[in-house]
């Protein structure tokens, strides 16, 4: 059980990540710029901040309750 926690922890928080470098990829994806591209200043945006608390408090929670399992 702990280490489907674990797992589960782990894909909640990454999951969002990866979701909002996919959705910055595909608005980026029609810029003819070649300065265009990934930067850590997207993921301080309030949409990011917005989409990632849930999946985050799951992931929080999930990690929780796997280390207070014995």
């Known amino acids: 059980m ?7 922890a782990a894909i909640t928080f990454f999951a ?3 979701v909002w ?3 910055i990829a595909l608005a ?3 810029s003819n710029s070649s300065s265009s ?3 850590p200043l997207d ?4 949409e990011f901040l917005t989409l990632a608390v ?3 408090l799951i992931s929080f929670a999930c990690f929780y309750a796997a280390r207070k399992k014995k």
């Open 2 to 8: 702990k280490k489907f926690l674990y797992v589960v």
């Open 16 to 18: 969002p990540i990866l």
């Open 21 to 23: 470098l996919y959705i």
């Open 28 to 30: 980026k994806a029609f």
């Open 37 to 39: 591209g990934f930067n």
């Open 43 to 46: 993921f301080l945006s309030m």
């Open 54 to 56: 849930v999946p985050w």
